[in-house]
Nanobody, 129 residues
Framework: QLQLVESGGGLVQPGGSLRLSCTIS????????IGWFRQAPGKGREAVSC????????YYVASVKDRFIVSRDTARNIVHLQMDSLKPEDTAVYYC??????????????????????WGQGTQVTVSS
């Protein structure tokens, strides 16, 4: 069974940057697709970005495209989410999750909450002046 731990959240001013990390432990983490999700107060959890098991394909929700970059360090079993040009509407608890799915391409059809099997506890990101 995989375990995922998020880190890197915090308080940042609008226009600022944060880098979230998801450290993965357990058997064969390299076989799992990883997703980043977020949940704002009073809202449901939404997909932000996904990356394939091999790290060669990524997907972003439209609201973060060109501002966020997901990357994967397969040697260290860490997935990063670099978040730039942050906006107040990015404020949420951010979660990483793992899906037992190993494909060369990731799309919105395999990057949604119900597709994922293991979840971290989340890290708070607050964007405010």
């Amino acid at each position: 069974q995989l375990q995922l731990v998020e880190s890197g959240g915090g308080l940042v001013q609008p226009g600022g940057s944060l880098r979230l990390s998801c450290t993965i432990s357990g058997p064969t983490p390299e076989d799992y697709q990883i997703g980043w999700f977020r949940q704002a107060p009073g809202k449901g959890r939404e997909a932000v970005s996904c990356i394939t098991a091999g790290g060669g394909s990524t997907y972003y929700v439209a609201s973060v495209k060109d501002r966020f970059i997901v990357s994967r360090d397969t040697a260290r079993n860490i997935v990063h989410l670099q978040m730039d040009s942050l906006k107040p509407e990015d404020t949420a608890v951010y979660y990483c999750a793992a899906a037992a799915y190993n494909s060369g391409v990731v799309t919105e059809y395999v990057c949604y909450e119900g597709f994922f099997d293991y979840w971290g506890q989340g890290t708070q990101v607050t964007v405010s002046s």
